[in-house]
T-cell receptor
């Protein structure tokens, strides 16, 4: 079974440019999450999709970040315009279901390393 | 903010058991204890989780104290590939609630040859 994949693995852009990150979850997983780790900080939650709907977007830092999951399959995270402080590693995770008991684990992708110059 | 406290780092000899402690003194009755790890340059990896009973899987064992205020993750025979940052996370498990993970600073486990 293929794991969570993310594209690109690395991206280097200049301040003010736009970057779009893509995440392909494990097939059949309704839940999709975005996290990021900026330099020297802890991994922070950004948002959570259930299928195509945003369940929780409390971690999105500002309106320069836009996440979509059209059709409830893959997801994109767009940063426009990028700022220096957006540099870091962006992780995507997927999970089969939510609720009490087992099966709530999240499976992470390898991350996209974003560098804004 | 993370609701767990872990030591910053630990060492373990290869082949020996690694015992990683976690304090979660403010845990509530409906919160599970989850353990993840992050090996350098990879995404976090799920290890194990539990509510109040001890749990074991192919990767590790989880021992939760009776009062649930602390737990210990046990890697029975640590290998060099187990060198990673280990995160202890408490999380509510309710249908409809967000499942976001709140990562702290974790414990850097260094397995020594």
């Amino acid at each position: 079974e293929a794991g969570v994949t993310q594209f690109p693995s690395h991206s280097v852009i200049e301040k003010g440019q736009t970057v779009t990150l893509r995440c392909d979850p494990i097939s059949g997983h309704d839940n999709l999450y975005w996290y990021r780790r900026v330099m020297g900080k802890e991994i922070k939650f950004l948002l959570h999709f259930v299928k195509e709907s945003k369940q929780d977007e409390s971690g999105m830092p500002n309106n320069r970040f836009l996440a979509e999951r059209t059709g409830g399959t893959y997801s994109t995270l767009k940063v426009q315009p990028a700022e220096l402080e957006d540099s870091g590693v962006y992780f995507c995770a997927s999970g089969p279901r939510t609720g009490r008991g087992s099966g709530n684990e999240q499976f992470f992708g390898p991350g996209t390393r974003l560098t804004v110059l | 903010d993370a609701k767990t406290t872990q030591p910053t780092s630990m060492d373990c000899a290869e082949g020996r058991a690694a015992n990683l402690p976690c304090n979660h003194s403010t845990i509530s009755g409906n919160e599970y204890v989850y353990w993840y790890r992050q090996i350098h340059s990879q995404g976090p990896q799920y290890i194990i989780h539990g509510l109040k009973n001890n749990e074991t899987n192919e990767m590790a064992s989880l021992i939760i104290t009776e009062d649930r205020k602390s737990s210990t993750l046990i890697l029975p025979h640590a290998t060099l590939r187990d060198t990673a940052v280990y995160y202890c996370i408490v999380r509510v498990e309710n249908s409809g609630a967000t499942n976001k993970l709140i990562f702290g600073t974790g414990t850097l486990l260094a397995v020594q040859p």
